[in-house]
């Protein structure tokens, strides 16, 4: 353990400093993919569960995957600096305006109401099929368990597919809003308690983290723009953040803990044995915490899995094609692996190698780079939404990357699609002579 935490330590302090350098932030794309794969690997390696030692192969593709990513980042900032000009992206005539969702408040917040509205609706027809099953509230919430199972094979009929995304539209303008006021609004408790409702009653976590780091993320980044200069502390700010971060936490752990299905397992130490009281960090807790790497380390061992072309990554069109008979639909969960506990989900990188193989996994965590940061420095440099949307859902992929490839979720193509829409409407009609193009500016 010592040695790979000082491994980890030499890599990632430089790093998030090549960060700071690039990016001019703290927080940043780069950090933010150090410090996840920083905290899995350190987690992995605390041993509260009697995980198998991570092999040469394991640290070799997780060393190289993230070089590619580093590399597509310099790659556009060499570029940058070596052309001596500005390489803007923008809508004519409103690079120095700040778009109106970023002037009228009262214009975000009627976009979080309405679409808020509309996933509510959605989250409580969920739980009408729920409750024609148990009957009331509290016989649901303590079957989550049987519930998570009928979901699993797909036994929980009834619910209208994709209203969720609704939740997602609700929330990317919710932490706009919050964004321009400085502050976690009122607004922004309609979707993301719609969206608990709604995962409550499909026993998700994962969509519960998509909503909130999404919020999180637009927060962050409008927060980020408008701010001029350093300012004072903001204590109401500190505690409105706490409480959001309290509400997820108290949601997905609720979830787990009505769940009960996961704590009951082998090769717990003694260590991870006096936390099973504990109201937060249990053994399925700490298992989603740091387990997935452990997958990936066993996905390599094995090496026997047969995926078709971008399989998990473009999952949705998969699923498209096999409604018109084009080939035959995907399992909707990955393949599990015992270590030693069954677990499926085993880090992007493990989806992107049975995807594409090892020269394809380099090339998109590579263009990743480059983009994402194109997208931090066009948003930045001209205050544009569509630039915004971008790095806010390419970030997603890298907030996931300790999970999963997060492209596999219909939502994240559907919420993608329908934000930029919406935007660009509002866009027309607040400057219906806009034109795309492309500016060279001297520094």
């Given at each position: 353990?010592?040695?790979?935490?000082?491994?980890?330590?030499?890599?990632?302090?430089?790093?998030?400093?090549?960060?700071?350098?690039?990016?001019?932030?703290?927080?940043?794309?780069?950090?933010?993919?150090?410090?996840?794969?920083?905290?899995?690997?350190?987690?992995?390696?605390?041993?509260?569960?009697?995980?198998?030692?991570?092999?040469?192969?394991?640290?070799?593709?997780?060393?190289?995957?993230?070089?590619?990513?580093?590399?597509?980042?310099?790659?556009?900032?060499?570029?940058?600096?070596?052309?001596?000009?500005?390489?803007?992206?923008?809508?004519?005539?409103?690079?120095?305006?700040?778009?109106?969702?970023?002037?009228?408040?009262?214009?975000?917040?009627?976009?979080?109401?309405?679409?808020?509205?509309?996933?509510?609706?959605?989250?409580?027809?969920?739980?009408?099929?729920?409750?024609?099953?148990?009957?009331?509230?509290?016989?649901?919430?303590?079957?989550?368990?049987?519930?998570?199972?009928?979901?699993?094979?797909?036994?929980?009929?009834?619910?209208?597919?994709?209203?969720?995304?609704?939740?997602?539209?609700?929330?990317?303008?919710?932490?706009?809003?919050?964004?321009?006021?400085?502050?976690?609004?009122?607004?922004?408790?309609?979707?993301?308690?719609?969206?608990?409702?709604?995962?409550?009653?499909?026993?998700?976590?994962?969509?519960?983290?998509?909503?909130?780091?999404?919020?999180?993320?637009?927060?962050?980044?409008?927060?980020?723009?408008?701010?001029?200069?350093?300012?004072?502390?903001?204590?109401?700010?500190?505690?409105?953040?706490?409480l959001a971060v309290g509400l997820f936490v108290t949601s997905v752990t609720l979830i787990k803990n009505l769940r009960g299905t996961t704590d009951l397992f082998t090769g717990k130490t003694r260590s991870m044995k006096k936390l099973e009281n504990s109201v937060f960090l249990t053994p399925?807790?700490?298992?989603?915490?740091?387990?997935?790497?452990?997958?990936?380390?066993?996905?390599?061992?094995?090496?026997?899995?047969?995926?078709?072309?971008?399989?998990?990554?473009?999952?949705?069109?998969?699923?498209?094609?096999?409604?018109?008979?084009?080939?035959?639909?995907?399992?909707?969960?990955?393949?599990?692996?015992?270590?030693?506990?069954?677990?499926?989900?085993?880090?992007?990188?493990?989806?992107?190698?049975?995807?594409?193989?090892?020269?394809?996994?380099?090339?998109?965590?590579?263009?990743?780079?480059?983009?994402?940061?194109?997208?931090?420095?066009?948003?930045?440099?001209?205050?544009?939404?569509?630039?915004?949307?971008?790095?806010?859902?390419?970030?997603?992929?890298?907030?996931?990357?300790?999970?999963?490839?997060?492209?596999?979720?219909?939502?994240?193509?559907?919420?993608?699609?329908?934000?930029?829409?919406?935007?660009?409407?509002?866009?027309?009609?607040?400057?219906?002579?806009?034109?795309?193009?492309?500016?060279?500016?001297?520094?």
């Open positions: 353990m010592t040695v790979a935490i000082l491994i980890l330590n030499i890599i990632s302090i430089p790093s998030v400093l090549l960060g700071k350098y690039f990016f001019k932030k703290w927080i940043n794309p780069l950090s933010l993919y150090v410090i996840i794969w920083y905290l899995l690997i350190s987690f992995y390696h605390i041993k509260l569960i009697n995980y198998s030692d991570l092999s040469y192969t394991t640290w070799y593709v997780v060393a190289i995957s993230y070089l590619s990513f580093l590399f597509g980042i310099i790659t556009f900032f060499l570029a940058k600096a070596s052309s001596g000009k500005k390489f803007i992206l923008s809508e004519q005539n409103s690079l120095n305006n700040e778009p109106l969702l970023f002037r009228k408040s009262s214009v975000s917040a009627y976009l979080t109401l309405g679409f808020g509205v509309l996933g509510l609706l959605g989250a409580l027809q969920a739980w009408s099929v729920v409750l024609s099953i148990y009957g009331s509230v509290v016989n649901a919430l303590l079957n989550l368990g049987a519930l998570y199972q009928m979901r699993v094979h797909g036994e929980l009929k009834g619910i209208i597919p994709y209203t969720t995304v609704f939740l997602y539209i609700s929330i990317f303008f919710a932490g706009i809003n919050s964004g321009v006021k400085g502050r976690i609004t009122l607004i922004s408790v309609l979707p993301l308690a719609a969206l608990i409702i709604k995962e409550v009653a499909e026993v998700g976590r994962a969509g519960i983290l998509f909503g909130f780091a999404e919020y999180g993320l637009v927060f962050f980044l409008i927060l980020s723009k408008k701010k001029k200069d350093k300012t004072r502390f903001n204590y109401k700010l500190a505690i409105s953040v706490l399925s807790i700490y298992l989603y915490l740091s387990g997935h790497i452990g997958v990936l380390n066993k996905f390599l061992e094995k090496n026997n899995e047969e995926k078709r072309f971008g399989e998990s990554t473009f999952q949705v069109v998969y699923n498209i094609l096999s409604k018109f008979g084009v080939t035959y639909k995907p399992k909707i969960y990955q393949k599990g692996y015992y270590i030693p506990i069954w677990m499926n989900t085993g880090t992007f990188i493990r989806e992107l190698l049975a995807d594409f193989g090892v020269s394809g996994l380099l090339l998109f965590l590579y263009f990743l780079g480059i983009f994402i940061s194109l997208a931090w420095y066009n948003y930045f440099s001209a205050f544009n939404i569509t630039y915004l949307i971008v790095l806010v859902f390419f970030t997603l992929i890298i907030f996931f990357s300790f999970l999963m490839i997060v492209t596999r979720m219909a939502n994240w193509y559907m919420s993608f699609l329908f934000i930029i829409i919406i935007c660009k409407i509002i866009q027309k009609f607040e400057n219906p002579s806009h034109n795309l193009v492309l500016r060279y500016n001297g520094k």
